[in-house]
């Protein structure tokens, strides 16, 4: 049961983190101009969504930029 309500934290945290980052953070991330449109928006959410962790870092780090 607990490992469920890890895995339950683990995706919130996840899909909120997700939305945040191709909402407002992708464009820190990626090189200055890059276009992103809204497909590539829509694709990206799952991967965001799995590995949060990582990209929360690479976020952080960028904003220091």
Do not use: C, E, N, S
Request: glycine content about 12%.
């Amino acid at each position: 049961m607990i490992v469920l309500d890890v895995l339950a934290v683990y995706g919130l945290v996840g899909a909120v983190t997700a939305l945040a980052f191709v909402t407002f953070g992708i464009a820190r991330v990626l090189p200055a101009g890059t276009p992103v449109t809204l497909g590539a928006r829509v694709l990206l959410m799952p991967g965001a969504a799995l590995l949060w962790p990582y990209l929360l870092l690479r976020w952080v780090k960028a904003g220091g930029q």
